[in-house]
């Protein structure tokens, strides 16, 4: 894969996973599904739906079985799911899901705080969670969390991003996903990792799961874009962030990011309109104003009218 | 000069000037002299503060001449103000100012709907706003307006920029800052015509003052940084934009800039604490909320507490 070059970007929406899981009041099935559907409509052609997760952990993605049926395989979308656990990828295939994404923290107290396993425990499950998608022909991918900080530990070294991705990448994980999930990061350290990763393996697939949490979200994409990377993942109107990290929130919006990549010239085959229809959606179904620019912009353009 | 390399930032501060103008109620000169001298507390050396303009055009700096008297000359922050024509630079200076800033525009339409002349007209002011600032010995700065894009005329050519650059320096202007009057511009133009600008003058002090009206503030100024611009314009707590364009709402908010170009290790010798309390201390005068990731999560933090 030699993308570093190219001028388009794949941007991996994950709202109604990343997003609806701060959510403390549960969306009706139906309004996620009609979401996601809108997001397709847009042009997505990755989005996370849900998470097979306790219902106990997680009361919003109870219904992930039913979202993943209804929502079925068409075939302009791939609609996947987080698991975090072994548990969680065999009701996730047995459901139908055709890509998975589990989760692996590059920090121990995140770890223990987010998934109760160690990180060997959590490699461990992974290998396991790996060789079962394999088998059952489901993309398997990988979000490697606090990979720029962790909120107990600090500033996460470079090289344990690196060996925890051969470990990954030696397992057949398909693509890994760098995830600033206290959004600690910097664009100084964003070009820094992204470029060292793609010297170090510049045939395997990565993406950018940044958040906005101290403004910088995308001055990130941009630093990880200019340094090479090509899929970035992203909420649609913002929402959500990480619960178990105190004002992680903040994700970035999917529309904002759209519309600098595309100032710069570089093609998402997004519709933009279409998008922000989607954000307007989003804020319907959660009842609230949405942390987004481009959703502001629309508004003070409907009051100037 | 060879700022380029340097690992440090100057941060000029416009929100007196950029974003009080945009304000309908008249703040009172005390509390401007207040806001002046916290933000010259938190380390800046540059602070824009008032304009010398028709009061009937900018009620808000019917006050300007009673600002420049109060704050005077301390030793450490060099306290000025914006001028749009001969006229105005006279009271300026009249006033005592000892930093001078005058626009021009890099667009026609732009610059008969803010300064109601041409570019040519505004140059020839601009060569005798220079030459009485010269003789008074005043610091003189131009402000290029819409430098990346006009709202009337749409994309500003790169050539158009250097030209009027040419010719401004050739006054003996001290320093170019190229506005983003209607936060048009984008990271991919603000890294190109920077690069261009500092190959063409490499000894010649330039500035940035982007608007954040899209979202891509941030990631403009990161762009900007990395072509080697060693001085950007905020505004505290974001106040501000253009009130002659439609929607020019968002200055960068300098306690987001300055987060931003800290974490990277770029030093900008500014006590983010006091620059927040400065930015608290703006909201307060104002009266409702600013647009600042920094106190949106400062006031998280006290929900949390």
Redesign the interface.
């Given at each position: 894969m030699t993308v570093q070059h190219s001028d388009s970007i794949l941007i991996r929406e994950v709202g109604l996973r990343d997003g609806l899981q701060a959510e403390q009041r549960f969306i009706p099935t139906e309004q996620k599904v009609e979401l996601a559907r809108s997001l397709a409509a847009a042009g997505l052609q990755e989005i996370e739906v849900t998470s097979f997760v306790s219902p106990r952990a997680v009361p919003q993605f109870q219904d992930a079985k039913e979202v993943i049926k209804i929502l079925g395989h068409p075939g302009n979308v791939s609609y996947s799911a987080l698991v975090v656990n072994l548990r969680g990828a065999e009701d996730a295939i047995a459901a139908g899901v055709k890509e998975l994404q589990f989760v692996v923290s590059a920090s121990e107290t995140h770890s223990q705080k987010n998934v109760r396993m160690s990180i060997s425990e959590a490699l461990a499950h992974g290998a396991k969670i790996a060789a079962l998608a394999k088998q059952n022909g489901v993309k398997i991918r990988t979000a490697l969390a606090t990979s720029f900080g962790c909120p107990y530990e600090g500033f996460v070294p470079y090289d344990t991003v690196y060996t925890l991705m051969e470990k990954l990448f030696a397992m057949g994980i398909d693509r890994i996903s760098l995830g600033d999930t206290a959004g600690l990061g910097?664009?100084?350290?964003v070009s820094e990792l992204c470029r060292g990763i793609l010297s170090r393996f510049p045939d395997a697939p990565c993406s950018l799961h940044l958040h906005?949490?101290?403004?910088?979200g995308?001055?990130c994409?941009?630093?990880g874009v200019w340094s090479g990377i090509r899929v970035i993942e992203s909420s649609i109107g913002g929402i959500g962030g990480c619960p178990f990290i105190?004002?992680a929130?903040g994700n970035i919006?999917t529309e904002?990011v759209v519309?600098?990549l595309e100032?710069?010239?570089l093609a998402t085959n997004l519709d933009q309109e279409k998008l922000l229809a989607s954000a307007v959606f989003a804020e319907k179904i959660l009842g609230r104003s949405l942390n987004?620019?481009?959703l502001a912009?629309l508004k003070?353009?409907h009051c100037?009218n």
């Open positions: 910097n664009p100084k350290q906005d949490t101290r403004g910088v995308l001055a994409v941009l630093a105190p004002n929130t919006a904002d519309y600098m100032s710069m010239g987004s620019k481009q912009l003070s353009r100037n």
